[in-house]
């Protein structure tokens, strides 16, 4: 069966400090992997989508890394911000179907 | 990109009635799925919304408890019938514009069912 599991389920961090969050999958075949932000209260908002060929892509402070022979993949938080503080998502999509398979989420709050 | 909008974007409902929760999209796309995102859980699809024809549902979920219609490639509509409390949810409409593409999220309906 094809799961997406994320950690920590939740982290709390002062702002201005940097922190990972992990996310593993057993999806196959595998086509591509997303992390998205999601406000309380909106829609989940693609960070970074990356093929398998990608081992590290960034976007702004966000980097985020693949390991597809581990199947795993970190999102880099750095110097984070109060907006940071937001559920973040891990989608990976099978190869072929196009069927994404979501995580929990990882629950992040930015204190000041 | 798509800009999605969604109606209502919240809304507390008695047991037994139904809820309509629309979907615009600013331009035309290929795919239109209906997720659901209970509190704490990852994001469970409903049903892919297939434009003049039956949509598409997931193990679990049957047409006459959520209805969905999709009369052209920018809107969809999806209906929660006959709701109970365990209906209380964040409903999600999400869009691609071909299939495989990046997938944009409108922001969302809170339902709270009494």
């Known amino acids: 069966k094809n799961q997406v599991e994320q950690s920590p389920q939740s982290l709390i961090i002062l702002e201005g400090k940097n922190c990972t969050l992990q996310?593993?999958?057993?999806?196959?075949?595998?086509?591509?992997l997303r992390w998205y932000k999601q406000d309380t209260g909106r829609g989940p908002v693609s960070l970074t989508i990356?093929?398998?060929?990608?081992n590290t892509k960034s976007n702004g402070r966000y980097t985020a890394t693949l390991d597809a022979d581990t199947k795993q993949s970190s999102l880099h938080i750095t110097a984070s911000q109060l907006s940071d503080s937001a559920s973040y998502i891990c989608?990976?999509?099978?190869?072929?179907?196009?069927?994404?398979?979501f995580g929990r989420g990882t629950s992040l709050i930015v204190h000041p | 990109s798509a800009v999605i909008s969604q109606k209502p974007s919240r809304d507390i409902c008695q047991r037994g009635t139904s809820l309509t929760i629309q979907c615009q999209v600013d331009?035309?796309?290929?795919?239109m799925f209906w997720y659901r995102q209970q509190p704490g859980q990852s994001l469970t699809l409903i049903a892919t919304?297939?434009?003049?024809?039956?949509?598409?549902?997931e193990s679990g979920f049957v047409i006459d408890k959520f209805p969905i219609s999709r009369p052209n490639l920018t809107f969809s509509t999806l209906t929660v019938s006959n709701m109970s409390p365990e209906d209380s949810s964040i409903y999600l409409c999400?869009?691609?514009?071909?299939?495989?593409?990046?997938?944009?999220f409108g922001p969302g309906t809170r339902l709270t069912v009494l």
């Open positions: 989608v990976v999509i099978s190869g072929g179907s196009y069927i994404p398979t």
């Open positions: 331009s035309q796309v290929t795919m």
């Open positions: 999400s869009v691609e514009k071909l299939a495989g593409d990046e997938q944009f």
């Open positions: 996310c593993n999958y057993t999806v196959s075949p595998f086509s591509n």
């Open positions: 990356m093929t398998f060929s990608e």
């Open positions: 919304a297939n434009q003049g024809s039956e949509a598409t549902y």
